[in-house]
Each structure stands twice: as C-alpha cells, then as structure tokens.
C-alpha cells in the first residue's frame, strides 16, 4: 500500500484533472500541487458498487467512504455485507445510523405478500417517534445492525440528524437519550452527522450528557454545509474548530477511471473516521 502522502499526492493530480471535466461545485486549488491536509472521503446513500470502487480505488482522491446501517430512515440494505469488501479494498470507513428525523416518515411500500405489505407498512420514521424512549430503542438497534455488519468494537457510530430550522425539545430528547444508550452500552463510540445550522446546540446537548455520565472524552461531530470547500480543507474550515469531519459538497458527479457516480464529499481528521482510536 503506498503511503498516505503519496496517495493524496496521486489523488491531488487525478482530482484536478476529472474536476476539469465534471460537474463541480467546488473550489480547485490552483498553482500550486500538494497533498492534502486533511483526509477526503465520500458517501452516496446506496452501495455503487463494487467495480466502482475497485475503479477508484487507486485512482480517485478518496481514503474513506460512508457506509449506511439499515436504519428507521434509511430502510436500504444495499451496503449490508460490504464491509469486507470496501475494507479490503483499502477504504477507511464512516458508519452512518439515519434514525428518526424532524420531517414526517413516510410508510416504506411493499408489493409483496399482503402480511409483508401490513410490517412494512408500519411507520417506523417519523417526528411523531421522537422521544425519550425511542432513542433507547434506536441505539439499541444501531448496536444490533453494527453487531450483524461486523463492525469492530470501539468504531464510531454517527446518528444521522438532518438539517432543521429550530431544534424540537422532542429531537434533543431523542438526541440525548440515543448518545446514552450507546455510550452505557460501551461496545461502539457515539458520534453525530449534523447540519452547520444545528451542530452547536447539539454538541452543546453532547457535552452536557457526557458530563452527566462523568465522561472525559468526547463525541465525534460531523458537520455538513456546502459552502466555501475544497477537498485540500480542513475540518475546522467549516468554522468549528471541534468538528471531526465537514461535508462539503453534496449530490455531484465524479468521474475517475472512466466511472462516473454522484456523491457528497468530505474531509476528516482521520484516514478512516469511524475506525477505533488506537
């Protein structure tokens, strides 16, 4: 395996040259050619594949890549039983846990047998779920899937929390109960995808539980906003010097090796975010 700076100095030529010719809505680093500061990485909401990524593997910019656990709000499967397949292949991971949202769920549809249509039909993704007791029960679930996935013990769960203008007293119970639940059940560490509007009052909720629990550490956060990024920025540019990680970019094409495929981008302060610290 080549080392880090010589992957992100490969990254760094193939990145401006595929920028020049896909849509972006990022800024290119000009004159000058460096490695870059921070680790880029990537996530799209269904698994691309596993000819993309052994296309990317050596050719685009990427360390790491969001995976998605089945959740309440993301009810897709595709990345189950990928693990072995993306960590093998050299990429560093970020688990994504998309539990209940402030928006209102819809039913997931089935075509299938009328006692499979009747659980399937069962709304399990709505702001009417947001609660205390559901986020117990969402954790618990988060730890079950990351157990079914193989993920290792100690690796970072980020729970999902979509952009919203005001914070709900009902998210913050949630929010607050999930993070607990995760942390006194010891296996995984708790850590958050949040909007640059909202990371501020939810790390403030972070901090304050983790106090409550006499925690010395902290959760992982991150932030999402996309404005004013490049691959060759750091977490902190996002504004917060605390953040973790920063999504930059969302729904774009890019295209290495032939293989193009719309994605968000990232930064992070480590080459697999998810991954046990050491």
């Given at each position: 395996?080549?080392s880090?700076?010589?992957?992100?100095?490969?990254g760094?030529?193939l990145?401006l040259?595929?920028?020049?010719?896909s849509?972006?809505?990022?800024?290119v680093?000009?004159?000058?050619?460096?490695?870059?500061?921070?680790?880029?990485?990537?996530?799209?909401?269904?698994?691309?594949?596993d000819?993309?990524?052994?296309?990317?593997r050596?050719?685009?910019p990427y360390?790491?890549?969001?995976?998605y656990l089945?959740?309440?709000?993301h009810?897709?499967?595709?990345?189950?039983?990928?693990?072995?397949?993306?960590?093998?292949?050299?990429?560093g991971?970020?688990?994504?846990?998309?539990?209940q949202?402030?928006f209102?769920?819809?039913?997931?549809v089935?075509?299938?047998?009328?006692?499979?249509?009747?659980?399937?039909?069962m709304?399990?993704?709505?702001r009417?779920?947001?609660?205390?007791?559901?986020?117990?029960l969402?954790a618990?679930?988060?730890?079950?899937r990351a157990?079914?996935e193989g993920?290792?013990g100690?690796s970072v769960?980020?729970?999902?929390?979509e952009?919203m203008t005001?914070?709900?007293?009902?998210m913050?119970?949630y929010?607050?109960?999930?993070?607990?639940?995760?942390v006194?059940?010891?296996?995984?560490?708790?850590?958050?995808?949040?909007?640059?509007?909202?990371?501020?009052?939810?790390r403030d909720?972070?901090?304050a539980?983790?106090?409550?629990?006499?925690r010395?550490?902290?959760?992982?956060?991150?932030?999402a906003?996309?404005?004013?990024?490049?691959?060759?920025s750091?977490?902190?540019?996002?504004?917060?010097?605390?953040?973790?990680?920063?999504?930059?970019?969302?729904?774009s094409a890019?295209?290495?090796?032939?293989?193009?495929?719309?994605?968000d981008?990232?930064?992070?302060r480590?080459?697999?975010?998810?991954a046990?610290?050491?």
């Open positions: 395996m080549t880090r700076s010589a992957r992100s100095l490969l760094a030529l990145w040259g595929a920028s020049c010719s849509a972006t809505d990022v800024q680093k000009p004159a000058t050619i460096e490695p870059f500061p921070a680790h880029p990485g990537f996530d799209v909401g269904t698994y691309p594949g000819g993309v990524l052994q296309a990317w050596t050719s685009a360390e790491w890549m969001g995976v089945v959740s309440p709000c009810k897709d499967a595709s990345f189950s039983g990928r693990l072995p397949t993306i960590a093998g292949m050299g990429f991971t970020a688990f994504l846990y998309v539990g949202q402030t209102e769920g819809q039913p997931f089935s075509h299938g047998a009328r006692a499979e249509v009747a659980a399937e039909n709304v399990t993704c709505s009417t779920l947001l609660s205390t007791e559901q986020g117990k969402d618990t679930d988060a730890v079950s157990d079914l993920v290792p100690g769960i980020f729970l999902d929390v952009f005001t914070i709900p007293q009902s913050l119970d929010y607050a109960s999930w993070l607990q639940a995760i006194e059940n010891g296996k995984y560490r708790a850590g958050a995808y949040v909007h640059r509007s909202n990371a501020v009052q939810l909720v972070a901090l539980r983790y106090a409550l629990l006499r010395t550490d902290e959760p992982e956060f991150w932030v906003t996309w404005n004013n990024f490049s691959l060759w750091r977490p902190a540019d996002v504004g917060l010097e605390w953040a973790d990680a920063w999504q930059g970019t969302g729904d890019r295209q290495y090796a032939g293989v193009t495929v719309r994605v981008e990232s930064v992070a480590r080459a697999s975010p998810s046990p610290l050491p």
